[in-house]
């Protein structure tokens, strides 16, 4: 019997945080600009700002371009449920670089849900969600990669979960 789902939350999995990725940013930047100066084109001249535009994009966008995976948070009538999705291979190696897309699936970790009884209160759910969500990050995930929780946490505070269930 499959059970009726409302998705919550779709919560992004990144490779490298904001500071990793400026980092790599960074360097590839002074790599290219050193190329530019043996070749003699000048850091101002307004073809070699679009070379440098294009050569660091979309590398340089933190959001939506390094994503490896990400968390769902759902709920039934009586359940919030979380499910982990990841490339169907584990990636080895990660190459911030690569063109190659990867296939996420679902990983099917088994007893990702906690059961919601009839006595919780509203501020208890939003706890038992958050620290459920901390947990799947420190026993799932590795500890290099970055979950971008932000809009999760500031929703999380005000969400009326007794509601939503009931029209689950």
């Known amino acids: 019997m499959d059970v009726k789902k409302r998705k ?5 999995v990144y490779a490298l945080d904001k ?15 050193k190329r530019l100066e043996k070749e003699n084109v000048r850091n101002d001249d307004e073809i070699a700002r679009k070379a440098f535009d294009v050569n ?3 590398q340089r966008v933190w959001e939506y371009n390094h994503i490896i995976g990400y968390i769902v948070i759902s709920l039934t009538t ?8 990841f490339p169907y291979q584990e990636i080895k190696r990660y190459c911030w670089n690569s063109k190659v897309k990867k296939s996420l699936i679902n990983t099917y970790a088994n007893g990702l849900h906690f059961h919601v009884s009839s ?5 208890e759910i939003r706890d ?6 901390d947990t799947i990050v420190c026993n799932h995930l590795l ?26």
């Open 19 to 33: 500071e990793s990725l400026r980092r790599r940013v960074d360097t590839k930047n002074s790599r290219f600009k």
């Open 56 to 58: 660091n994009f979309p």
């Open 119 to 123: 006595d919780m209160s509203n501020e």
């Open 143 to 168: 500890r290099r990669y970055c979950v971008d929780s932000e809009a999760f946490i500031f929703i999380n505070t005000s969400l009326d979960y007794r509601k939503l269930m009931k029209i689950v």
């Open 128 to 133: 038992k969600t958050k620290q459920w969500l």
């Open 8 to 12: 919550l939350f779709e919560i992004p």
């Open 78 to 85: 009586q359940d919030v449920w979380f499910e982990i999705y």
